[in-house]
């Protein structure tokens, strides 16, 4: 089946430091999207990205879709606490279903 | 408010019995869905519906059954034949298929 591509599984970072996430898959998607997911409650969507090479930012957040239309990365800056949680990321594909990555857990050290 | 409810929120069985877990949604989406996320797996569909009376397999559907009477309801049973079913559950939905997904809650099924 389709495969989405996240690594590492864990990223620790300090407060303050920006971080950037990257996510690749073997096939072209006309959708990217990525979600956080806070422990105990459903993963909610950050930023979706519909055209190869768009950048989109929500706030602190940035992700661009790549030109390929094989990868995207999430960036996020000067993080904070709150920041921590599951970033996920998703693609649209046959059948509308959605796929999602495994995730990468972050955590911020104050 | 406007948003998909999960209940319950924990729930507790003993191996071999059937659970339901509720989803409700009240934003006048078609499409439900309901994922299972184990730690280090990320999420994986189990069923989906596109519209009321009709549902689909998703990737792994074995020992789930689901029913959409309803567009507003997608219940999900977990029955005995599910060799594993303690997990984290997620129940979505969007407005037709290929638009943005939101989830509910979550349900945490423990089976001891």
């Known amino acids: 089946g389709q495969q989405l591509n996240q690594s590492p599984q864990s990223m620790f970072i300090q407060e303050g430091e920006d971080v950037s996430m990257n996510c690749t898959s073997s096939s072209i998607f006309n959708t990217w999207l990525w979600y956080k997911q806070e422990p105990g409650e459903g993963p909610v969507l950050l930023i979706a990205?519909?055209?190869?090479?768009e950048l989109t930012s929500n706030g602190r957040l940035t992700a661009q879709f790549g030109i390929t239309r094989k990868d995207s990365f999430l960036n996020i800056s000067a993080s904070i606490p709150s920041d921590v949680g599951i970033y996920f990321c998703a693609v649209t594909g046959a059948n509308s279903k959605l796929t999602f990555g495994k995730g990468i857990t972050l955590s911020v050290r104050p | 408010d406007g948003g998909i409810t999960q209940s319950p929120k924990y729930l507790f069985r003993k191996e071999g019995q059937n659970v339901t877990l509720s989803c409700e949604q009240n934003l006048n989406h078609d499409a439900m869905y309901w994922y299972r996320q184990d730690p280090g797996q990320g999420l994986r569909l189990i069923y989906y519906?596109?519209?009321?009376?009709?549902?689909q397999k998703g990737d792994i559907a074995e020992g789930y059954s689901v029913s959409r009477e309803k567009k507003e309801s997608f219940p999900l049973t977990v029955t005995s034949a599910q060799k594993n079913p303690t997990a984290f559950y997620l129940c979505?939905?969007?407005?037709?298929?290929?638009?943005?997904?939101?989830f509910g809650e979550g349900s945490w099924l423990t089976v001891v």
């Open positions: 519906s596109q519209i009321v009376n009709d549902f």
């Open positions: 979505a939905s969007n407005r037709r298929p290929g638009n943005t997904i939101y």
């Open positions: 990205l519909y055209k190869a090479g």
